[in-house]
């Protein structure tokens, strides 16, 4: 999918509604303190982190779609948000210099090809004590992006396995579960999914 075509239209009432739920599960791996500094890999429009800004003291959200940073950028311009930085970039651009002590995604990981390389650049971007919250699908054989010829990533993903590659790469305190129900319309008719989130600390 070409992202930078669909920036301008991605915000559907689904999508929003969506994104409010996933960031009111994120929220429950946060303390009551809010002088974290977080990042959100893969933000698209912010569906998910403008429900969390006042959760952090400062928010980098980075995404590679330039116009998905654009759209971001005229949503928080419009509400006045202050602590969010919109960052056009990808994961593996992004310099370690800064550390953070939360980081997350959604919807994000199916799209990586090497996982493994992605969290260990997670880990070097991570605060001692810092955690990672993940969102994303359970595997699926293919059924939801069944439209996407040119889709190449993870249909999804073995929880368990998932599990063991976070572990290898030196993480710990690693919890999951699935928490969302969705049906999306394609070519195949109504196709469930669900979703899962991982937590993990180093």
Known sequence: ???????????????EKRGSIVASEISKFLDSKKDKVALEIGCGTGLVSLNLSDSFKELDLI????????????KINSKGIKNINP???????????????FIF???VL????????????????????????????????????????????HDGFNVKSLKEIIKDSGFKNIESYDFYNGIKTNSLGKVK?????????I
């Open 1 to 15: 999918m070409d992202f930078d075509k669909v920036a301008k239209v991605w915000d559907t009432d689904y999508r």
């Open 63 to 74: 995404d590679n779609s330039k116009e998905m940073i654009e759209v971001l950028r005229e």
């Open 87 to 101: 960052i056009n970039c990808s994961i593996e651009d992004l310099k370690d210099s800064k550390k953070y002590d």
């Open 105 to 107: 995604s959604s919807l």
């Open 110 to 153: 199916h799209h990586i090809d090497d996982i493994k390389l992605m969290f260990l650049k997670i880990k070097n971007l991570l605060n001692i004590n810092g955690k990672v919250c993940i969102v994303d699908f359970v595997n699926d054989n293919g059924e939801f992006h069944a439209d996407e010829k040119e889709f190449k990533g």
């Open 193 to 201: 999914y669900t979703l899962f989130i991982i937590s993990f600390e």
